[in-house]
């Protein structure tokens, strides 16, 4: 892990509001998270860093095995901080839901891919 990566996954204020509303469709906060990355990354969302994020995990506890930072690695092979990539790509997708709760109100799998 490069020194510049993030220690801990964090949500922006908006994005753990949207998080909790949709916590009925989920049995735990990260599995709402991971879902939410894997929207960002179906829908091409690039790398990058997102500011003002609160910690909500650590990353042991979140990524224990590295597997999403594997994933990251794998996916964009130039990323220099994979961490801090796994927490850009879970608030783009949280970003994206929230989007789409706006104009679905409810989780629509099929419209979302």
């Known amino acids: ?22 916590m009925d469709q989920f049995d735990e906060k990260a599995d709402a998270a991971k879902f939410a990355m894997s929207l960002a990354i179906e829908n091409g969302v690039e790398p990058g860093k997102t500011a003002n994020t609160q910690t909500v995990w650590n990353i042991g506890t979140f990524d224990p095995d590295g597997e999403l930072r594997n994933l990251v690695i794998a996916l964009y092979p130039t990323v220099d901080a994979p961490y801090a990539t796994v927490e850009h790509l879970i608030n783009q997708g ?18 979302l891919l």
Do not use: C, W, Y
């Open 94 to 111: 949280f970003r994206q839901l929230n989007d789409h709760l706006e104009e679905n109100k409810e989780i629509d799998i099929e419209a």
């Open 1 to 22: 892990m490069s020194t510049n990566d993030r220690t801990t996954i964090g949500l922006t204020p908006e994005n753990k509001g949207t998080m909790e509303s949709v």
